[in-house]
Nanobody, 127 residues
Framework: QVHLVESGGGLVQAGGSLRLACAAS????????MAWFRQAPGKGREFVAVTTWNDDSTYYSDSGEARFTMSRDNAENTVYLTVNSLKPEDTAVYYCAASRGYCSGEGCYRSTVYDFWGQGIQVTVSS
């Protein structure tokens, strides 16, 4: 059974940084896309970043590209999301997702691409 478990969230002051981790178990996602999404209160789930194996690229949403860094450690079956210069509008539940298949570019931005989801982790940014 596949599990994705996020960690590293919490309460952070505006301007600070944090690093989220997502550890996968049950199967390896070395050759599959893994992504981060987030959902702010009262809003839909929003794509944040994805890393793909097939073209060895990382893509970011237009709104966060400059402040977000996604990385993966295939040996540990873990992906990370570092967010710098946090803003109150970054407050959301952050979700890790993984796909059995493949995607590239903007094709990876849709939540329907992903087969497995973590339970989500709260990030709250105080002003």
């Amino acid at each position: 059974q596949v599990h994705l478990v996020e960690s590293g969230g919490g309460l952070v002051q505006a301007g600070g940084s944090l690093r989220l981790a997502c550890a996968a178990s049950g199967r390896a996602f070395t050759n599959n896309p893994m992504a981060w999404f987030r959902q702010a209160p009262g809003k839909g789930r929003e794509f944040v970043a994805v890393t793909t194996w097939n073209d060895d690229s990382t893509y970011y949403s237009d709104s966060g590209e400059a402040r977000f860094t996604m990385s993966r450690d295939n040996a540990e079956n873990t992906v990370y999301l570092t967010v710098n210069s946090l803003k109150p509008e970054d407050t959301a539940v952050y979700y890790c997702a993984a796909s059995r298949g493949y995607c590239s570019g903007e094709g990876c931005y849709r939540s329907t691409v992903y087969d497995f989801w973590g339970q989500g982790i709260q990030v709250t940014v105080s002003s």
